[in-house]
């Protein structure tokens, strides 16, 4: 299961205990990795999260009063339930930018490229 959003955190917390069940339940929470990918983007979250304490304190706050604590909370809670945590990927918080040139052929990827130099070398 992926989370996308608060309402279906919060649907999904009210249910964990079904899951609990299963050989298996994988979670996915997306909002860490939103948050990392949007801080650039967004004039909003630049100004909440300018530098990195600030970002770390944001992350903080935010997992004290996710849907994530309050699953976690509960699975405490149970007997025999064993909870891996871990990431897709890390984050590098780049201090400078980098700014790429390539024909209409190049990846759009953030996290690399590839593709031919532009002809024009812009």
């Known amino acids: 299961m992926k989370i996308l959003d608060a309402e279906f955190a919060g649907s999904l917390k009210e249910i964990l205990y079904h899951?609990?069940?299963?050989?298996?339940?994988?979670?996915?929470?997306?909002?860490?990795?939103?948050?990392?990918?949007?801080?650039?983007?967004?004039?909003?979250?630049?100004?909440?999260?300018?530098?990195?304490?600030?970002?770390?304190?944001?992350?903080?706050?935010?997992?004290?009063?996710?849907?994530?604590?309050?699953?976690?909370?509960?699975?405490?809670?149970?007997?025999?339930?064993?909870i891996v945590l871990t990431t897709d990927h890390g984050s590098v918080r780049?201090?400078?930018?980098?700014k790429v040139i390539g024909d209409r052929e190049a990846s759009t990827n953030l996290r690399y490229k590839f593709g031919k130099k532009s002809q024009s070398g812009r």
Request: hydrophobic share 40%; proline share 3%; with cysteine.
């Open 94 to 98: 780049c201090m400078r930018g980098s």
């Open 19 to 82: 899951y609990t069940q299963s050989r298996l339940t994988a979670v996915v929470v997306n909002f860490i990795d939103m948050l990392a990918h949007g801080r650039s983007d967004s004039p909003l979250l630049k100004e909440i999260a300018p530098d990195e304490a600030a970002y770390r304190s944001l992350t903080r706050s935010w997992f004290q009063h996710s849907s994530l604590f309050g699953m976690l909370k509960t699975l405490a809670l149970q007997k025999n339930v064993k």
